[in-house]
């Protein structure tokens, strides 16, 4: 079994679910049984970019990246807002007016840091238990409470007039289309998305992707192994903690050391090469928050 990462560039027009399924169905070809497969955050059909895949024992840190920050390009075209807040609504709002480059740059500080926003109508969350969209497509009104969010960076990157290119690096739980919508009206005008883009999540960013017909590629000449990082590489921002055979014996039984030496914090416990366990730190107590098996 391989434990670890797929980066893929997802393409614009399949959403992520079907990627995981390319993922586990490569995997076979490659003579593995039943693949335990899992995305590091959903991208919508209409988004392309970075798209981590979990294998194996890297599954466990899914969740944990679902909460990294992500970095992305989008397109604003001015003039309509839709009811998806993207191209494939329909027109909901117009407006004739068109921003000056400047006006532009003059409200983004006001997107920059943490900010109240309003989820979009079209989205994943749930009312009542059920799917926001699903109500949505139903011609229902849809309600949802805002949320806060950090825009840890906003950046014009260039504006032809009619359509405006941003660079934004945002935290867990930020739609880029309610961000793009409240853009529009903060200059007065409307607008939706075009173009969306990821080009990181968490330590995982576009120059450690591969396309789908590269996934194919490499699955039929059986060496997805060349293309798959190690599990450990989901926890860049995460220090390692070296401990001993013993203790790696006593944590892979899910039990506590106790007066360790390590500063406070999230650590990887690592013996040798091979990672142990996702642990917390306090007061040298060492406690196991996700176990490898490995």
């Known amino acids: 079994m391989l434990h670890g990462w797929i980066v893929l560039d997802k393409p614009v027009g ?17 003579g593995i049984r039943k693949p335990k497969v899992g995305h590091g955050g959903t991208l919508d ?30 397109t604003l075209r001015f003039g309509e807002e839709t009811d998806t807040l993207d191209v494939e609504g329909k027109v909901i709002a117009t407006s004739d007016h068109v921003p000056s480059e400047q006006q ?17 109508a079209f989205s994943a969350l749930k009312v009542d238990g059920k799917r926001a969209y699903d109500l949505a497509r139903a011609g229902e009104t849809v309600e949802l409470d805002s949320r806060t969010v950090t825009i840890f960076e906003l950046r014009l990157i260039a504006f ?13 739980g930020t739609y880029i289309r309610s961000l793009a919508r409240d853009i529009a009206l903060a200059v007065e005008s409307r607008g939706h ?43 860049d921002d ?25 500063p406070p914090g999230q650590h990887l416990a690592m013996e040798g090469d091979t990672p142990i366990a996702l642990v917390e730190v306090e007061d040298g107590e060492v406690a196991v928050l996700r176990g490898f098996n490995l």
């Open 160 to 172: 032809d007039g009619l359509e405006a290119r941003f660079h934004a690096v945002v935290s867990k």
């Open 45 to 74: 059909p209409l988004a392309s970019g970075v798209l981590p895949i979990a294998i194996g024992e890297a599954t466990k840190l899914a969740g944990r990246m679902l909460d990294a920050t992500k970095a992305y390009w989008f």
């Open 14 to 30: 399949i959403g992520s679910t079907p990627c995981v399924g390319k993922v586990k169905r490569a995997l076979r070809e490659m």
């Open 193 to 235: 998305v075009t173009k969306l883009r990821r080009t990181r999540a968490g330590p995982f960013d576009l120059s450690q992707a591969i396309s789908l017909d590269k996934l194919e590629e490499i699955s039929k000449a059986r060496h997805l192994d060349d293309e798959v990082l190690p599990l450990n590489a989901g926890l």
């Open 104 to 120: 532009i740059i003059d409200v983004l500080p006001g997107f920059t840091g943490t900010i109240e926003q309003m989820p979009p």
């Open 238 to 262: 995460i220090p390692a903690l070296a401990v001993s055979p013993e203790e790696a014996r006593i944590l892979k039984h899910g039990q506590r050391l106790q007066g360790h030496p390590a």
